[in-house]
Nanobody, 121 residues
Framework: QVQVVQSGGGLVQPGGSLRLSCAASGSISSINVAGWYRQVPGKQRELVAQLISGGRTNYADAVKGRFAISRHNAENTLYLQMSGLRPEDTAVYFC???????????????WGQGTQVTVSS
């Protein structure tokens, strides 16, 4: 199986920076797509940033130019560097990895446990 463990997050003042990390381990053959999502109470989870095998990235319009997604391939670790944070960035952030497994065919999505990011003065 696959385990996805997030770290980072917390409370930061407007304009500040935070880095989220997400480490995937287990029966992973390869990670095709990895992304960060966020969710606020009463709303659907939304895509924040996505990294596709080959290096292509996608960002939500609300975070373009402020957030950067990256990955350490050898360690199957995903990062989200957030800068210029705003109160409206407050949410629970989740990472998701779409994996091919060593144990069988098919691609599977695994989610991290979520981490709270609060932007407030």
């Amino acid at each position: 199986q696959v385990q996805v463990v997030q770290s980072g997050g917390g409370l930061v003042q407007p304009g500040g920076s935070l880095r989220l990390s997400c480490a995937a381990s287990g029966s992973i053959s390869s990670i095709n797509v990895a992304g960060w999502y966020r969710q606020v109470p009463g709303k659907q989870r939304e895509l924040v940033a996505q990294l596709i095998s080959g290096g292509r990235t996608n960002y939500a319009d609300a975070v373009k130019g402020r957030f950067a997604i990256s990955r350490h391939n050898a360690e199957n670790t995903l990062y989200l560097q957030m800068s210029g944070l705003r109160p409206e960035d407050t949410a629970v952030y989740f990472c998701a990895v779409d994996c091919l497994l060593t144990t069988g065919p098919g691609a599977w999505r695994y989610w991290g446990q979520g981490t709270q990011v609060t932007v407030s003065s």
